[in-house]
Antibody, heavy 119, light 108 residues
Framework: EVQLLESGGGLVQSGGSLRLSCAAS????????MSWVRQAPGKGLEWVSG????????YFADSVKGRFTISRDNSKNTLYLQMNTLRVEDTALYYC????????????WGQGTTVTVSS | SYVLTQPPSVSVAPGETARITCGGN??????VHWYQQGPGQAPVLVIF???DRPSGIPERFSGSNSGNTATLTISRVEAGDEADYYC???????????FGGGTKLTVL
């Protein structure tokens, strides 16, 4: 069974940083593109970032470009999202998902980790 | 960037057919994926590449895509189908996925 488990969320002040992690199991992680998707309270889904299986290609939404970095450690089957210069509007539930790059579907999702940015 | 338009809500009685639309400029030329998100739950992929169903998704769920509209059809709707549904495509201009605003399906 494929499982994705996010961690690292929390409460941070505006301008601060957080690093999210997503531990994957049950899939061929090193060949699987991965994505981060967020959902602000009461709002819809917003794609944030994606990365190829090798880590050589990364993608970012305009809203986070220059502030967030996506990376992966294929030896640890773990995906990361480094979030810097956080803003109040970054407050959301952050999901990691398998797939989502180059037109592919996001076929497995984690349960999410909550990020709250206070002013 | 590419914009996907969904109706905010759709209501249907149990046993009837629900149709949830996703509008976009010439969306028929793109591949559409659909996700179901139950209350307090993570999204689940229910349709990929317009009309394919992942294993474990009931045959009651089907999809189509033509012209400027993609449609998710749920036949013989059950109470457990009550959820938010999102369409998603890949935007070749910005090189990233785009989600529709979501449709809340209410089972009367």
């Amino acid at each position: 069974e494929v499982q994705l488990l996010e961690s690292g969320g929390g409460l941070v002040q505006s301008g601060g940083s957080l690093r999210l992690s997503c531990a994957a199991s049950g899939l061929s992680f090193s060949t699987q593109a991965m994505s981060w998707v967020r959902q602000a309270p009461g709002k819809g889904l917003e794609w944030v970032s994606g990365i190829s299986g090798s880590g050589g290609t990364t993608y970012f939404a305009d809203s986070v470009k220059g502030r967030f970095t996506i990376s992966r450690d294929n030896s640890k089957n773990t995906l990361y999202l480094q979030m810097n210069t956080l803003r109040v509007e970054d407050t959301a539930l952050y999901y990691c998902a398998a797939g989502g790059t180059a037109g592919t579907a996001m076929d497995v999702w984690g349960q999410g980790t909550t990020v709250t940015v206070s002013s | 960037s590419y914009v996907l338009t969904q109706p905010p809500s759709v209501s249907v009685a149990p046993g009837e057919t629900a149709r949830i639309t996703c509008g976009g400029n010439n969306i028929g030329s793109r591949s559409v994926h659909w996700y179901q998100q139950g209350p307090g739950q993570a999204p689940v992929l229910v349709i990929f590449y317009d009309s394919d169903r992942p294993s474990g998704i009931p045959e009651r769920f089907s999809g189509s895509n033509s012209g400027n509209t993609a449609t998710l059809t749920i036949s013989r709707v059950e109470a457990g189908d009550e959820a938010d549904y999102y369409c998603q495509v890949w935007d070749t201009t910005s090189d990233h996925p785009v989600f529709g605003g979501g449709t809340k399906l209410t089972v009367l």
